[in-house]
């Protein structure tokens, strides 16, 4: 089939955030759903939609903008932004993107070994004395040297991992978990696009996020081969979806920081987008679209493109209450989420068999 990825309302291939931006966030209250407008600090719900994927696949079956769409059906209902920001609502904010009636039918991934810093700690965790230059290091070279190829053009693939599908979704304010058979958790602060497979199979994306990509880097150290079982864990994006706009996924600076019984332990500042990476985000979606089982009609992907920095590269090591926050300006309010470290030992997993 064709390969276009565009975002919905961007029939050009431009990878630029419009500039008629629109922050929308997904709420829930008492098994009620609905989507909203964030206006300043307040929400403005939408009369015709409860979920941004039945609003973006409309967008898509009528061939219109989701900006658009979304204004057109914006009602007169107004929630306290604020007041559902810190929990002090009856209303409460879930993921700005999933699939509202299978979770199994979202797929949530990420590329590694993105952005150079990434790959110095990966580097830096398996790293030998008598290793000259890592793979990690070297699939970063791959991505310098031809990631970034002339617009239309295919370039090197990336690595490419999977996290889950969308059960393991977690929403601002919720808890992040680090389950009895992991060895650690820790944050993971990233940019993350959302994604829907239209009718024909051609995919959409429906707009950037921030995102903590939650991973066991303990596991990981103990060798990169472990890779794929860290990456098995819950995370979270949020709390709001960025649906065009001036800011442009080329330069973006946000904060992480990490607070211990309500003082600050750790904070950073890191960097994504194209200028900070070593592939254009065409290429990077060109290698995680180009398979076919990935453009099935009617599902969403959930993509992490790569953290620049996290706590677990200076040697912190995130305990049971510790809250995470990850923060990019240009894509609305913070994110945040909390520790929870499981308390009951690992049991063994049985299987049984048919007689």
Known sequence: MEQRHGAIGERTGR???????????????????AVAIVDGGALRLLSSYTSVYDLALEAIRRDLSLTGLARQSAGGETLDYDAVYTGNSSWHLLSPMDHPGDPARTMVSGTGLTHKVSAENRAAMHKG????????????????????????????????????????????????????????????????AAYVIGEDGQPFRVGFMPGNEFSDHVTEKQNYLYLAHSKLRTCSIGPEIVIGGSECFHDLEGTVKIERSGAELWKAKVYSGEKNMCHSLENLEHHHFKYESHRRPGDVHIHFFGADAFSFGENVRLEDGDVMEVSFPGLGRSLKNTVHVASEPQQLARVRGLA
């Open 129 to 192: 004395a008598n290793v000259t230059i890592t793979d990690s290091m070297r699939m970063f070279q791959l991505g310098k040297e031809g990631g970034q190829p002339s617009p239309g053009t295919i370039g090197v693939q990336p690595e490419w991992f999977y996290k889950g599908n969308g059960a393991i979704l977690r929403a601002h304010n919720e808890a992040l978990d680090v389950p009895a058979y992991a060895l650690d958790g820790g944050e993971e602060p990233e940019i993350a």
């Open 15 to 33: 990878e630029t955030i419009m500039a008629n931006a629109m922050h929308l966030v997904q709420l829930g209250q008492s098994g009620r759903r």
